[in-house]
């Protein structure tokens, strides 16, 4: 809990391309879910997404698709706050102040950097290098507790506490930013690509069968996984077994996940058998689960003028609650405003 007592969650999703089930399912999911129980921040990280460039007019319709996307999934703009991170210029200002309190070593620790920027790094942007302080920066702006995201920003995470408790510590302000646990299903919280299960799955994968999109068909779903990689033995007995089976375990986590279903129990259905069952019966409930909010989503993107007017109050309240933390920030660092 935060100093006034509440359970604050912040996570934000980057308009950078189609929303994938990786997305759905280590992130929005989960915010639906919790929706109820804290007061949330649903931000589109349109900040972020510039770390490499975008397309202008592309941005905008993809930062609108990501609004769209919240909405369909089931997230309640009265109970919650659904905002683009640009709009509140407070995120921006406190990354600063942040970027003076984090250190370079501990930035050239975080393995997404070296991920995105792969062999040329020295033709990265420096905002791709310093683009975990703004993250800390958006979760710390909102004084927020906890943090839904998937595995893969663990690291991020972690340096948010460490730029948080080196702020508190150095300002002598103990607990002035709380440190925000991360809400990370361990099991299902990585969804790989369905190519090679060596990736993750991203927007960014040049190959369309490596995800699911959530504005995919049902056509276009039952082809992508009728091609999704499996093994040349039949389905094993066990879990330990299964798990050595990548592409399988990658495929079986979706079905989980989707079904709510245990993993032992979907190995026990299909123990012994070669994958077409099993991959017919993911199909179906990809289409069930999946195809529902991309239908949405296409009704919601007809009517844009909606979407820009729930980011544009959303971006008033969070503005509201940013404004006094940033203020605060500031008296505390020795800024005259
Ligand atoms: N494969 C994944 N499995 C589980 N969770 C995932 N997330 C992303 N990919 C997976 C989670 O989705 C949230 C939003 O991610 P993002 O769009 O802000 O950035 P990203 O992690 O960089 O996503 P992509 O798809 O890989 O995009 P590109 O290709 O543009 O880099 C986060 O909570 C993330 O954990």
Redesign the pocket.
């Known amino acids: 809990m935060n100093e006034s007592g509440t359970k604050v969650v912040l996570?934000?999703?980057?308009p950078?391309?189609d929303?994938?089930i990786?997305?759905y399912?280590?992130?929005i999911k989960k915010f639906v879910k919790i929706q109820s129980e804290f007061d949330c921040f649903f931000c589109v990280?349109d900040l972020?997404a510039i770390t490499v460039f975008q397309d202008p007019k592309v941005l905008k319709k993809n930062t609108l698709e990501v609004a769209a996307t919240y909405l369909a999934s089931g997230i309640d703009p009265n109970k919650n706050i659904i905002f683009n991170q640009s709009s509140v210029p407070c995120h921006a200002e406190l990354a600063w102040i942040l970027n003076c309190v984090c250190r370079v070593g501990w930035l050239n620790r975080m393995t997404q950097f070296k991920d995105?920027a792969g062999k040329d790094k020295e033709n990265a942007s420096t905002g791709l290098y310093i683009y975990p302080n703004l993250m800390a920066a958006d979760i710390l702006i909102y004084k927020a507790t906890h943090v839904?995201?998937?595995?893969?920003?663990k690291q991020h995470l972690e340096l948010t506490r460490d730029i948080a408790q080196k702020f508190n510590n150095d300002f002598g302000c103990e607990d002035f930013f709380p440190l925000p646990e991360p809400m990370i299903d361990n099991e299902i919280?990585?969804?790989?690509s369905l190519k090679d299960a060596s990736k993750?799955?991203?927007?960014?994968?040049p190959s369309d069968f490596s995800r699911i999109i959530l504005t995919d068909t049902a056509d276009q779903i039952r082809a992508k996984i009728k091609k999704a990689k499996t093994a040349d033995v039949p389905m094993p007995d066990t879990d330990q077994e299964v798990t050595k089976l990548k592409e399988v375990s990658n495929l079986i986590n979706i079905y989980s996940s989707l079904s709510d279903t245990p993993r032992d129990k979907i190995i026990n259905l299909y123990q012994g058998k070669n994958f077409s069952d099993f991959k017919n019966d993911l199909t179906d409930i990809l289409i069930k689960n999946i195809t529902p909010i991309g239908n949405e989503m296409g009704k919601l993107m007809n009517d844009q003028s909606y979407l820009v007017e729930i980011l544009k109050q959303g971006s008033l309240k969070a503005y509201e609650k940013a404004k006094k933390t940033i203020n605060e920030v500031y008296d505390i660092v020795g800024l005259i405003r």
Do not use: C, W
């Not at 996570?11 to 980057?14: N, W």
């Not at 919280?189 to 790989?192: D, G, L, N, V, Y």
């Not at 993750?200 to 994968?205: A, D, G, I, P």
């Open positions: 996570s934000g999703v980057q950078t391309g929303l994938h990786g997305n399912l280590g992130a990280v972020h995105k839904p995201v998937g595995s893969d920003q919280s990585r969804i790989m993750k799955m991203s927007k960014s994968e």
